[in-house]
């Protein structure tokens, strides 16, 4: 990523901490965006989402943290830059 893509990652990542989401509802998000991106053909499927999730909450990533990743999946999808 360039400079830019981090600033724009950064910026998104900032305004999604302020809507002040759950933990569980970020972490379902992240869950989400990781198996689509990761073509999972089970990708929208809530038992895979729901394992994913639950993956990613017992990891323990930090709230800033699972706004960045979100933040970051979704601004290198819409740069056309996933797989």
Do not use: H
């Not at 933040?71 to 797989?83: A, F, N, Q, Y």
């Amino acid at each position: 990523m360039n400079d830019e893509s981090v600033s724009q990652v950064n910026v998104a990542a900032y305004y999604l901490a302020q809507k002040g989401y759950t933990y569980d509802k970020l972490c379902w998000m992240l869950a989400e965006r990781q198996l689509l991106v990761q073509q999972d053909p089970n990708y929208n499927q809530e038992n895979r989402i729901r394992e994913k999730a639950a993956e990613i909450f017992f990891s323990g990533p930090a709230y800033d943290v699972l706004c960045y990743l979100i933040s970051e999946i979704d601004i290198m999808m819409k740069l056309g830059k996933t797989r």
